[in-house]
């Protein structure tokens, strides 16, 4: 066997491999028995016929094509090791040279690689946000508007109160060919929102329902709204929309008192201050948890502005096709699905993956890689007490929930445990090499020893040098508006 290879561009390397004539006659042997196997031959029993018999009734072509099968699958590995390559998945003909001698062009994707560069550098103040009064007071008021009780009334509409409408919209100046209706007749309900509530994704723009004090029911108003050049969605950027409102009924709110039977009923507290308390705790969780992701996000992204990352194109479909499996699942959640979503959008589904899915998977991806080469990078290792520990306590929590009954009666126990394992590994090492860059980005990390790069031999090396990794850990990426966006 004779091997050439031919790094090529897109990380992937060509394997141009040449064999002897005499083994391959072999394998066209092994190719005729296999073929009469599985065929019906008259006079001869399967994997009884001769060569030559073989050879008449199915061609020279069918046998060489099933003996080229062979022929790589039995020595593919010994290509690799003599190529002294590492590949990320398995390879593929791409070209017969020839047949006489055998000759094979064989593309091999490599696994991903990662230069980063002066990470340890990398700068971003830390300084979450904190929870004011004001927004769990706003919080308590929504939660007595889900618990008031209404009443129709006869006058004209007044903040706080529950209008019942429907909704139109067209553009007031439409371009050419475009059309005019924005909004068909939808019915609506809204809550007329006070100064203070207002809220900036109000729907179908800010400040919607103030425009809606004055009328009262059976009353019509039009209301024009011009969208600003940042709006949210594209196509509305600058544009002036007509609004009809057909107002149907108005409906008093009376919101139950604050006092310690509202806290009881909301919820498990003895009074307005615990119940307070808790939703400040709540809220506070909820605005650290949203500020991490986008810190992180951040850091991570300014890294990568530095780094060198490279994978085959294999390695970025699969994660072209995991975004589109989480859009899914959101979509079914919404009882939609992907041709509705894009009908709904007006998309072509191979334009919409090549322009929003498949940057949001390379985002994804270089995000995923260069947090697995930090942690490779700073050593970073879980501590067994721990792996042992959250491993009992996430089994705990699963069979209370009956999920782990229900994994049970899928796969065996054994693998389900290792599944749990590997799960639980992975999200306690993705949080320690999350903290590790917080500490790097904060300046936390100065004090600390900047490992050493390794090998994986574990001889000291430059730190431009490649380094070859061999997990693929892949966090979650927030979804944006088209749920492409992780």
């Known amino acids: 066997m004779k091997i050439e290879t031919q ?3 897109d990380h992937q390397v060509k394997l141009v491999v040449e064999f002897e004539s005499e083994a391959f006659e072999k394998f066209k042997r092994q190719a005729a028995r296999k073929i009469s196997q599985e065929s019906k031959i008259p006079g001869f029993r399967p994997g009884k016929a001769p060569y030559e018999v073989v050879r008449r009734m199915f061609g020279d072509q069918s046998i060489s094509n099933q003996a080229l099968d062979l022929l790589i699958d039995v020595t593919y590995v010994e290509m690799i090791e003599k190529a002294d390559i590492k590949p990320s998945g398995p390879g593929k003909l791409d070209k017969v040279v020839s047949l006489d001698p055998p000759k094979l062009e064989i593309l091999v994707p490599l696994l991903p690689t990662v230069e980063l560069g002066d990470y340890r550098s990398t700068r971003l103040e830390y300084k979450p946000t904190q ?3 004001e927004e769990v007071d706003s919080f308590i008021e929504r939660l007595r508007t889900n618990y008031a009780s209404v009443e129709p009334v006869e006058r004209p ?4 109160d529950l209008v019942f409408l429907t909704l139109s919209g067209k553009y007031a100046s439409p371009a050419e060919g475009e059309q005019t209706e924005y909004i068909k007749e939808t019915p609506q309900q809204v809550i007329v929102q006070t100064e203070e509530q207002q809220k900036t994704e109000e ?5 919607f ?11 019509e108003k039009t209301v024009s709204y011009t969208y600003p050049e940042d709006a949210k969605d594209e196509k509305l950027r600058g544009k002036e929309i007509e609004f009809h409102i057909h107002v149907q009924s108005v409906k008093a709110m009376k919101l139950p008192d604050l006092n310690d039977e509202f806290s009881q009923t909301v919820g498990e507290f003895d009074s307005v201050e615990t119940m307070r308390k808790s939703i400040s705790d709540r809220l506070e969780q909820n605005a650290r948890e949203e500020y991490d992701q986008d810190y992180y996000t951040q850091v991570i ?6 780094a060198t990352v490279k994978y085959p194109p294999q390695v970025l479909e699969e994660e072209i096709q995991h975004v589109l499996n989480h859009l899914q699942q959101d979509l079914t959640r919404q009882k939609l699905d992907l041709d509705t979503y894009l009908k ?11 322009n929003e899915v498949k940057p949001s998977a390379i985002r994804r991806l270089e995000r995923s890689l260069i947090m697995d080469e930090i942690a490779r990078a700073e050593k970073l290792e879980i501590e067994p007490d721990k792996l042992d520990g959250a491993i009992t306590e996430t089994v705990k929590e699963m069979e209370a929930s009956g999920e782990y009954q229900k994994a049970r009666k899928n796969i065996s126990q054994e693998k389900l445990a290792d599944a749990v394992a590997i799960e639980v590994a992975s999200r306690l090492m993705n949080r320690q090499t999350l903290e590790r860059i917080k500490q790097i980005a904060t300046g936390q990390s100065e004090t600390m020893t900047a490992p050493e790069p390794q090998t994986e031999e574990g001889e000291s090396t430059p730190a431009t040098d490649e380094v070859k990794l061999t997990e693929e850990a892949k966090p979650d990426e ?4 088209t749920s492409a966006e992780q």
């Open 7 to 9: 790094p090529l561009e």
């Open 131 to 133: 929870v004011s009064p």
């Open 157 to 160: 509409i007044q903040e706080t």
């Open 203 to 207: 729907w179908p723009f800010p400040g």
């Open 209 to 219: 329902t103030r425009t809606l004090i004055g009328p009262s029911a059976g009353d």
């Open 301 to 306: 992204d300014k890294v990568r502005e530095h």
């Open 344 to 354: 709904i959008r007006k998309l072509d589904q191979n334009a919409f993956i090549e």
């Open 478 to 481: 927030p979804l944006g508006e």
